[in-house]
């Protein structure tokens, strides 16, 4: 059963991790326009998703009581129309996880708020861009919110034996952590998610909420091409490809035949971002 969508909103961020699986990391940093940022902005081909095209996806294949949506990159808050691709989300009822970094919270949440927002955030904490204190202060404004922090168990913090230091701080954070297993390739050696020692570490919201990432998903990458679980290509949303239609495609609505499940189709309609015959 395909209970996640995980969406690459575009492929920049404001870190470089050596264990990216959007491979922003193998990027240069300096002058690499991504979505008009350049400083301190990795990336690898400043793709971004367009919000329109993607939202008319979503409504057309999944009903929001079906899917989780995760809006990942990249570091989706970068992306321009994030707050209103997450708002009107969950406003037509759709469950959001947010897959963030957590470095553009401080910021955003001076002019939005996002404090309020009914998502789920799941914010990364990257030990080699920020310390346990400066993370903190980057998620101080959503910590009472539905927050899940991810740590990821790479080889490197293993063998050196920070990853037992990081663990304790996480914990004297009273708030709910998983630890990620490494998988892919480190110093010659190939680790899959049964070769960390730290495998499996869930807790809070993950076990309980949000579904394990396991192979129950489907992906869209920024140049729109639908992925299962990243590997098999099932289709393009620019295209209007889907081969797979898993769950079952829903039944194309549009603005005018008082469809009630066709909200978000009318609330883009209302906003002059798709036209309302095509659904
Ligand atoms: S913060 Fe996340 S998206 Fe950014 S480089 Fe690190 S792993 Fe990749």
Redesign the pocket.
């Known amino acids: 059963m395909i209970n996640l969508l995980d969406i690459a909103l575009l492929n920049c961020?404001t870190?470089?991790?050596d264990?990216?699986i959007?491979k922003?990391?193998t990027a240069t940093a300096v002058n690499y326009e991504c979505n008009g940022l350049t400083k301190g902005i990795?990336a690898t081909n400043g793709q971004t998703l367009k919000a329109a095209q993607l939202l008319n996806f979503i409504n057309n294949h999944y009903r929001p009581d079906e899917v989780f949506i995760q809006l990942s990159?990249?570091?989706p808050l970068l992306h321009d129309a994030f707050p209103f691709i997450t708002e009107i989300l969950y406003m037509h009822g759709y469950k959001v996880i947010i897959n963030t970094?957590a470095n553009q919270i401080p910021s955003m949440a001076r002019s939005l708020p996002i404090d309020t927002w009914p998502v789920y955030w799941r914010t990364?904490w990257?030990r080699d861009f920020r310390n346990i204190e400066h993370f903190l202060k980057d998620i101080e404004p959503i910590k009472n919110g539905k927050l899940l922090i991810n740590y990821v168990a790479h080889p490197k913090r293993i063998e050196s034996g920070i990853i037992k230091k990081d663990i304790e701080d996480l914990e004297f954070t009273g708030l709910p952590y998983e630890v990620t297993a490494f998988q892919g390739k480190w110093n010659d050696k190939d680790y899959d998610k049964n070769t960390s020692i730290y495998k499996g570490i869930i807790t809070g919201l993950s076990d309980k909420e949000i579904p394990a990432q396991e192979c129950n998903y489907i992906s869209i990458q920024t140049n729109g091409n639908l992925m299962r679980c990243h590997k098999v290509q099932i289709g393009n949303i620019y295209e209007n490809r889907f081969i797979e239609r898993y769950p079952q495609a829903r039944q194309l609505c549009s603005y005018e035949n008082g469809n009630t499940n066709c909200g978000l189709v009318q609330s883009l309609t209302l906003l002059g971002l798709i036209n309302n015959t095509n659904g």
């Open positions: 961020c870190y470089s991790c264990y990216c959007s922003a990391s990795y990159g990249g570091e970094n990364s990257h």
